[in-house]
């Protein structure tokens, strides 16, 4: 079954603490995305990697890291720094210069 | 800034009618354009794409024109179904030389089907 998958599908947080939201994919695709999507909005770019050990900025990065070790993973931290974290992530991935595919989504909410 | 955005907030859709979802764009350097659906709660799913080259493109159901010219595209959805019943977005694709492509997304439509 191939495809992004997204884990966990629902994450509770304390404030103060950090957590890591998972995105794995088996497409073979070189680049990666973070998203964040407020009820009732479209989405906005946090991060985005085109290749393995290199990703960048996008929209509204302050407040989340990433990181991409392998091909397949790139996961998002929500630090502490994130004063608005509560949101409905979404993970997408693409061949270069081509359509991206998303995943099912997290839905953090801050406890 | 450069922007993507949507005309109607809230479509309600006779079921068996035609829908036409509008976006427009203000990026004149796009050369790509993608409509997703997203079903409540959700990872939004590709639906159809164009690109600059072209001025219209048709899938299972559905068509996509674009309209450089007043930079607008729609969508439209024949014989509208209750699992059409969702929120579309529009998005504008453009490559950024040696870090990729990116997309801009619209706020996005609610389409309700009636039965």
């Known amino acids: 079954d191939g495809g992004i998958t997204q884990s966990p599908k629902y994450l509770f947080r304390k404030e103060g603490q950090n957590v890591t939201l998972s995105c794995e994919q088996n497409?073979?695709?070189?680049?990666m995305y973070w998203y964040r999507q407020d009820p009732g909005q479209g989405l906005r770019l946090i991060y985005y990697?085109?290749?393995?050990?290199?990703?960048q900025k996008g929209d509204i990065a302050e407040g989340y890291s990433v990181s991409r070790e392998k091909k397949e993973s790139f996961p998002l931290t929500v630090t502490s720094a994130q004063k608005n974290p509560t949101a409905f992530y979404l993970c997408?991935?693409?061949?270069?210069?081509?359509?991206?595919?998303f995943g099912p989504g997290t839905r953090l909410t801050v406890l | 800034g450069e922007s993507v955005g949507l005309h109607l907030p809230t479509l309600s859709v006779q079921e068996g009618d035609n829908s036409i979802i509008n976006c427009a764009y203000s990026?004149?350097?796009?050369?790509?354009f993608i409509w997703y659906k997203q079903e409540s709660g959700k990872g939004p799913q590709f639906i159809i794409d164009?690109?600059?080259?072209?001025d219209k493109r048709q899938g299972q159901r559905v068509t996509v024109l674009l309209n450089k010219t007043v930079k607008h595209l729609s969508l439209q959805i024949a014989a509208t179904q209750p699992g059409d019943s969702a929120v579309y977005f529009c998005a504008e694709n453009w490559a950024i030389k040696a870090a990729g492509n990116k997309l801009t997304f619209g706020g996005g439509t609610r389409v309700l089907v009636k039965p």
């Open positions: 997408a991935s693409s061949g270069s210069f081509d359509t991206q595919y």
């Open positions: 990026n004149s350097a796009s050369d790509y």
């Open positions: 497409l073979n695709h070189d680049a």
């Open positions: 164009i690109r600059s080259n072209m």
């Open positions: 990697s085109q290749i393995v050990n290199d990703f």
